[in-house]
């Protein structure tokens, strides 16, 4: 056979549809104000839930705050589409027991641990988990996830290892103190971090975005300084980028998606001092469908996207679903938010796969012509 005729039959060969149990996205930044209103439809377009991250200016500490923030995220659902929203709780060194009482009667789903100084936003939150000894206690008995920002902040601590020295230090401890507390590790970026979450119980689990399993840490100096890729955990090198995709793949059920985007600015990104943070929900189910498939692995896709995430919770799993075609497209560059804009993570390249949509042209392939919304 000819090279291109091998090329012909292999593309013949390729899926020109992915069809999956709707996924959901377990860890998102939406923001709130006009950022709000330009990033929720691309969440909810693609994902059924998404567990919304509580770290606004002033952090989302109460459950009167938390519903409240439900209702503006709410408000920005285009018609027609289907998306709830998993709301979570801010923990600070003052949250007291009774509120997590107050936050699981309301649907709260989860409360946030943020190493205080360790990311955006982080300010108001825990010095030492042990200040707060009493609300974990309370979570606990409650069933509800403790999801945490893994990472040390000592300063002298190397910012590639601080992932690793947390789990030594902080999550081992904070483990064997609540055995029974389901703790989500959040946007795990190390082999050390597969390998402990591999390793234990049913109450741990860990979330992994798009961008760690597509990019390493080569990915930030490529041909200059990307501001673009900065997020925290920082991108590491290869070797942790194979064990997350290993992970994915693999079939532990521990692991699941979340895509951790995090809007910015370009012009808060741009600058001397950018802010961490990569902005995927316009890009993040077509990165993974990407990934997966250089990994031979797209038939994991759904368990990893749609199933795993919601065992893991407790909630059942969605019954609608979303269908992926290949149909190269061209990531915008810009996304418009008021006189400014963001840049999406893959600006102006190319990904394989992108959502099909219920006005798109119909699929022929896919017997129900199946989309993102629930009509
Ligand atoms: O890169 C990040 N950006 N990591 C986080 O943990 C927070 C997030 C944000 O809120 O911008
Ligand atoms: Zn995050």
Redesign the pocket.
């Known amino acids: 056979m000819e090279v291109s005729d091998k090329i012909l039959y292999m593309t013949a060969n390729l899926p020109p549809t992915l069809t999956l149990t709707r996924p959901d996205d377990w860890h998102v930044?939406v923001r709130d104000g006009l950022m709000l209103t330009t990033v929720v439809p691309h969440t909810a377009e693609r994902f059924g839930r998404a567990v919304i991250?509580p770290?606004l200016r002033p952090p989302v500490t109460t459950t009167q705050a938390a519903t409240d923030y439900a209702a503006r995220i709410m408000a920005a659902v285009p018609d027609g589409v289907q998306f709830v929203p998993l709301m979570t709780l801010y923990l600070t060194a003052h949250t007291p027991p009774d509120e997590v009482r107050r936050a699981q009667a309301a649907g709260i789903v989860a409360a946030k641990f943020y190493p205080a100084g360790a990311?955006?936003?982080s300010d108001a939150g825990i010095s030492d988990w042990r200040q707060i000894t009493p609300t974990l206690a309370a979570m606990q008995k409650a069933g509800m996830p403790l999801l945490i920002?893994g990472e040390v902040t000592a300063v002298d601590v190397d910012i590639f290892d601080r992932e690793a020295v947390f789990i030594d230090t902080e999550l081992a401890p904070l483990r064997r103190a609540f055995p029974a507390l389901p703790i989500v590790l959040e946007?795990i970026t190390t082999r050390q971090a597969v390998q402990y979450v591999q390793e234990a119980d049913w109450f741990l689990a860990a979330t992994i975005t798009a961008h760690h399993l597509l990019y390493n840490r080569n990915a930030l100096f490529a041909g200059g300084l990307r501001p673009h890729c900065y997020?925290?955990p920082v991108l590491k090198r290869e070797s942790h980028r194979l064990a997350l995709l290993q992970a994915a793949t693999g079939g532990c059920a521990r692991f699941f998606f979340g895509s951790?985007s995090?809007p910015?600015l370009a012009k808060q990104k741009e600058s001397d001092c950018a802010?961490?943070?990569?902005y995927t929900a316009n890009v993040a189910i077509e990165m993974l469908a990407q990934v997966f498939e250089s990994a031979n692995a797209l038939h994991k896709l759904e368990a990893f996207a749609s199933w795993n995430g919601a065992d893991f919770y407790g909630l059942e799993r969605n019954t609608d679903t979303l269908t992926l075609q290949r149909a190269p497209w061209t990531v915008p560059d810009h996304l418009p938010c008021g006189p400014d804009h963001i840049r999406p993570l893959c600006a102006g390249q190319t990904l394989d796969w992108r959502v099909h949509r219920p006005l798109d042209e119909p699929l022929a392939q896919t017997p129900s012509g199946l989309c993102c919304a629930k009509v």
């Open positions: 930044h991250m770290n990311t955006t936003h920002h946007h997020c925290l951790d995090a910015h802010c961490a943070g990569c």
